[in-house]
């Protein structure tokens, strides 16, 4: 073990892009491909669908990444579902080739599978956690019985990686022990680069779910309002893979002229970068937030960026490309918005793409799982 270069990695998640849902997770993909760079991986990920009759299995598999997507009917009841994922997952499971360790995304409800093949197995796991359940301002409630899983399958883990410091903190206040490395979110640098903005009218974008509790949209749609009353001309882009009909109703309720706003739903990568890289500012407005990817990929891209003190941005300390403001503060976002649009901070972009590049490359990321997993199985077989 202690010669272990290329560890093999089985790789388990609650959440993945599927034809189910193209890009849920899809942070979680991005890391797997970049834990890929110095590891095989396995992808093995199971979810219900009431589309299907009979469990449907498919596989991909591209450089070191086997891709192994389960799909089974769904049941009106939580309880057989979880029993059918349990039951489709252990018998895919045959098939896979020996691994090293268990890779687990999201601990509830995958972390209790991760605990049970790491029995079976005898193979040690490891938990990535992203999910803002565990924050304070979420209102999703955990059940005594989640909570019992919780703390069991985190108690279990060689290692608890959370993607923020905040995160590890909010874990740590609701009495979640175990051992904690905090790991970010993987931003592909190579994607995201700086380069000249061309456009004539000021430019500010939005990208998310549209989820309004967690992202605040209507109190972003507000300031826009507000400021439609106040300048002649801008650009307001709102991307993302929510309920855009949902938005254009809102949109007309506040009666916001359709010349400052646009609405776009979901966006590939690359076309995410290039409207990152065109944007002169970018505005979040969140509630709360685990890491706030978007955000660290606009500042990668030499976008400014305004938003409420949540996710990775507030411990990074970048006050030359980043303004923060309260949480649902309306004026006050709308005072920083009219200032940027007067006078927009300059800053240093290759500076800090680089920076962001030393800290959330693929490379880097992958580096440190790599370590990581090492650590891990020493620890186990020792």
């Not at 070191?64 to 939580?78: A, P, R």
């Not at 609701?174 to 994607?191: F, H, P, Q, S």
Request: net charge positive.
């Amino acid at each position: 073990m202690k010669h272990l270069k290329k560890a093999h990695v089985l790789f388990l998640s609650s959440w993945y892009p599927s034809k189910i849902g193209p890009t849920n997770g899809n942070f979680i993909e991005h890391q797997a491909r970049a834990i890929s760079l110095k590891n095989k991986v396995t992808i093995l990920y199971a979810i219900g669908s009431s589309r299907i009759t009979k469990t449907e299995i498919e596989k991909t598999n591209n450089d070191d990444i086997l891709t192994v997507i389960i799909y089974f009917k769904k049941h009106k009841l939580n309880i057989i579902n979880s029993i059918r994922k349990t039951k489709v997952l252990f018998q895919t499971l045959r098939e896979i080739d020996s691994f090293d360790i268990i890779h687990a995304n999201i601990t509830y409800p995958i972390g209790l599978i991760a605990w049970f093949i790491s029995i079976l197995k005898k193979k040690p796991f490891i938990i990535s956690e992203h999910w803002s359940a565990f924050l304070k301002e979420s209102n999703i409630k955990f059940t005594f019985f989640q909570k019992i899983i919780l703390k069991f399958v985190l108690k279990k883990a060689q290692y608890i990686i959370p993607v923020s410091q905040k995160l590890k903190k909010e874990m740590l206040a609701k009495n979640l022990r175990g051992n904690y490395k905090v790991i970010g979110n993987v931003i592909d640098t190579n994607l995201f680069l700086p380069t000249p903005k061309k456009n004539k009218r000021f430019t500010i974008t939005h990208i998310s779910s549209f989820e309004d509790s967690s992202k605040n949209i209507s109190g972003i749609l507000n300031v826009i309002k507000k400021l439609s009353l106040k300048k002649e001309s801008f650009l307001f882009q709102i991307i993302g893979d929510g309920n855009t009909e949902m938005l254009k109703k809102k949109t007309l309720a506040l009666n916001i002229p359709s010349s400052f706003i646009q609405i776009e739903g979901t966006k590939s990568p690359d076309e995410i970068s290039k409207i990152l890289q065109e944007s002169d500012l970018y505005v979040s407005f969140s509630n709360y937030e685990t890491f706030g990817l978007v955000m660290i990929e606009s500042i990668s891209s030499g976008t400014p960026v305004i938003s409420t003190n949540t996710g990775i941005l507030s411990e990074l300390k970048l006050s030359e490309c980043t303004i923060f403001v309260p949480k649902k503060d309306e004026e006050a976002l709308c005072n920083a918005i009219l200032e940027q649009m007067e006078n927009t901070m300059t800053f240093d972009q290759k500076k800090i793409h680089n920076f962001v590049k030393k800290n959330f490359s693929p490379e880097v990321i992958s580096k440190s799982y790599s370590e990581l997993y090492k650590k891990a199985i020493l620890n186990y077989h020792s």
